[in-house]
């Protein structure tokens, strides 16, 4: 098992050899435009561009999914839907849906170990998406670590 390393600096410059994959958490509204993806957006159209069309196909759009975005020759943007809309719910539960999370980070892990590649993210779920840091850094060593992945979670 690898751990995991952390870094400050800007996730969207992830420092690796080899192919990489930035990982984020998107909604399951189709909304784009706050947080993380803006860093995202400012550097590349692509990503933002799939996930809008992919929320209008309305194909396989669920929580727990992963649209991997290929932005450089060696690296790609997961948009991973972990998230349940963007405001806390009835209940005043936070949008982040930890189950979603996992599932999305398991189908990062299987594309990381076929394209031989490293992941990089921010605190993902731990901004907008109210989730905290020690529900999340598990699903990510029992998910990506546990597969001799080299993983890389970056401080701004």
């Known amino acids: 098992m690898k751990d995991i390393q952390y870094k400050k ?16 958490i ?3 509204i189709g909304a784009w435009g706050k947080g993380f993806v803006m860093a995202i957006s400012k550097k590349w159209k692509e990503p933002e561009k799939k996930y809008r069309e992919w929320f209008k196909s ?4 669920n929580l727990g999914e992963v649209q991997f975005v290929q932005v450089q020759e060696d690296l790609w943007v997961a948009n991973l839907i972990g998230q349940h809309k963007i405001n806390k719910d009835e ?6 849906r930890y189950e979603a999370v996992e599932k999305g980070l398991v189908k990062v892990a ?12 921010p605190r993902i779920g ?3 998406a109210g989730g905290k840091w020690e529900m ?7 998910t990506i670590s546990k597969k001799d992945i080299n993983t ?3 401080d701004f």
Do not use: Q, R, W
């Open 152 to 154: 890389t979670v970056y």
């Open 9 to 24: 600096g800007d996730a969207t410059n992830p420092i690796d050899n080899g192919n990489k994959v930035i990982v984020h």
């Open 110 to 121: 299987d594309f990381a170990h076929k394209i031989k590649a490293s992941v990089h993210m």
């Open 26 to 28: 998107c909604n399951d």
């Open 136 to 142: 999340i850094e598990p699903i990510i060593e029992k």
């Open 58 to 61: 309305k194909e396989n759009f």
């Open 91 to 96: 209940n005043g539960n936070a949008p982040i």
């Open 126 to 128: 731990c901004g907008l």
